[in-house]
């Protein structure tokens, strides 16, 4: 069952912060977040483990709460490269299930 | 070079067709999978291998099979192509399991008239 991803869409200005979710009905061993530009592969951003971590690089973060089975990604004074549709994928037995995606689309 | 390639990057084809696509990676990574994206369905995983004797469906396989012909090559066929299989297809590896990263290919944009 795919994991569901909040919000489906949002614009944001140069400079905003924006939060994606990530739900799931099963209990989960790890998160998995990639990013995809338009006619391009997805792209790694990074993986939580279960243990309720928190992960970051530059300025997007992600954390996770095993016991609400939720993940959320941060991104912190989005710049315009952040762009593109954001994927969660969500662990159970050694195989992944990614969510619909959320699209981000960051303006001047 | 790309780690992992894929061929055709497009493909026209007509219903009742056979296709195959095809996928290979120099990551020396054992594990392989073939994706969907339809567009607002996200990536639906098609089959994936752990080894080149471990192959195992995922959750759309029907009109699909693989065959891993060596550690480096993951090839998907679809035996008698429908219209309902156009969509972006993508291969992508990892190291180990759930608990580490994909690699994606370029993907394969397949049009079934």
Redesign the interface.
Known sequence: Q?PVQSPQAVILREGEDAVINCSSSKAL??V?W?RQKHG?????LM?L?KGGEQKGHDKISASFNEKKQQSSLYLTASQLSYSGTY?C?T???????????TKLQVIP | DADVTQTPRNRITKTGKRIMLECSQTKGHDRMYWYRQDPGLGLQLIYYSFDVKDINKGEISDGYSVSRQAQAKFSLSLESAIPNQTALYFCATSEQGGTDTQYFGPGTRLTVL
């Open positions: 795919q061993y790890s998995h990639y391009e592969a997805p792209v790694f993986i483990l994927f994928g662990e159970t037995h050694q195989k992944v299930t990614f969510g619909t995606g």
